[in-house]
């Protein structure tokens, strides 16, 4: 990377001879004793930023990853402009870690530029480290940067599954049912193992989503959210709450007939009728035929 990021204006400070001497060792590709110059002039001026820049991109030329990062790190809670080169240097280290199959340095490395401007990430850098997140259970740091991906009709269908997945872990069921219906559209019929578990996970935004509607009074859109998870047949242990609550809905809604028939789809599902669910749709039952 070329040293002019940083900029060579004269120094007229104390320790600006240290600071030039750096300078000019650091171009002769002299990076040890380029940071030996640059140390004493921190010691001299204190932890000025200019001073700091030079330090951080000594330390990258020099292979020093992890002594670069702290001083970056440090820097851009200091004076934010500096986000600019910090991304130009961090990025190109999290690459190096990246191939070499370091998913943990690769993260740790571009933290302080996604905390500073997540903008300035590289788009396939964003989406590796929003996999790594997920993949780590960190559901509140993969979710804003599988977010900031650029739109794509042919996106890939993981990024669909872990941004629903992560909406749905951080109490947002309501978003994540876009992204499961994405997802859903998109993934291979195959079976997999994923494609299952979207299912299963849609299927349970799709009740907690119906009672909340309920709740609020929305009966159209909660019958339409039941009848969705009743259509996915998924998680099988929710149907027989589901044709209840459609029942309740509809026994609100004064259409007596199809919520008798929902209460009776309860008792299919159960023909034991051991559940407390079937026993609370056999009481509906008697009180639409029977009055009271």
Known sequence: MAFGLIGLTACTKAGGDALGRGDRLLTQGRTDQAIAEYRLAERQQGEDPS?????????????????????????LRADSSYRYQAAADLTAAARDADGRGNEEEMSRLLEPVVASDLSLVPADLRRKLGDHAFDQGDYADALPLLL???????VDSRVLYETA???EELGGCGEALTYFRRYLDVAP???????????????????????????????????????????????RTLQDRAQYLRGEVLLGQGRSQEALEAFESVLRLDPARTGPVARQAEERIRQIRYGG
């Not at 990853?65 to 702290?70: G, K, M, R, S, V």
């Not at 900031?148 to 042919?154: F, M, N, Q, T, Y």
């Open 51 to 75: 001073i700091l820049a030079r330090l951080a991109h000594a330390y990258v030329l020099s292979g020093d990853d992890e002594t670069a990062l702290q001083i970056y790190s440090q820097l």
């Open 189 to 235: 019929g195959d079976g997999s193992a994923e494609a299952n578990s979207a299912r299963w996970h849609y299927g349970n935004c799709l009740y907690e989503v119906a009672t909340q509607q309920r709740q609020a009074g929305r009966s159209d859109h909660a019958l339409a959210s039941l009848d969705s998870l009743v259509a996915v047949g998924v998680p």
């Open 148 to 154: 900031s991906l650029p739109e794509d009709p042919g």
């Open 165 to 167: 997945r992560s909406f």
